[in-house]
């Protein structure tokens, strides 16, 4: 996964505050800007929780137009992405609870999901190896981290789970992707 830097990361999330400042004040174009920087990792959560395709795009369009009508509710000193992740999450469940079901992903629908959250070509082939692999929280905790660069503390919070517990299991699937991608069992 390639390695962001702080730097990198606050300049992101500056420019993802002003998106959403504007959007409250109903600028279409910062709207626009602000879905084409952030949609790949609002999909990727949306399908994390539903492991459905057509169910996480719904939600995806459902989160921007909710984004579009609450927007002022964003309050800066949070981050901007846990908070559209947020709002998408509890989408999703809304969504699940709604449909009381859930499907499994195809395939070809897990190998979408780099495609369409815009990872790098390299990343790629990584991810689909490790994804087929993991369990479902684990698989979100690695979508999250390589599909927005949300930051370990970040995804701890979102999921609300220990960070330790979100470090290892990452680091874990790590080794398993590295072990599958060496010709070797999984761990």
Known sequence: MGARTETDSSAEQTVLRELLAKTALGDREAFGRLYAATRGAVYAMALGVLK????????????????????????????????????????????????????????????????????????????????????????????LHAASGLKHREISELLQMPLATVLSRYHRALKKMRAKLEGGDAL
Do not use: C, H
Request: glycine share 2%.
């Open 52 to 143: 459905n395709a057509e169910d996480a795009a719904d939600v995806t369009q459902e989160t921007f137009v909710r984004v579009w009508s609450v927007a002022g509710q964003y309050r800066p000193d949070g981050s901007p992405m846990a908070w559209l992740l947020t709002v998408t999450r509890n989408l999703a469940r809304m969504k699940l609870r709604e449909a009381s079901r859930r499907t499994d992903l195809t395939e070809a629908e897990w190998d979408a999901i780099p495609a369409k959250a815009d990872v790098p070509a390299e990343d790629r082939a990584v991810l689909q190896t490790a994804l087929a692999a993991l369990d479902d929280e684990t698989r979100q905790i690695v979508l």
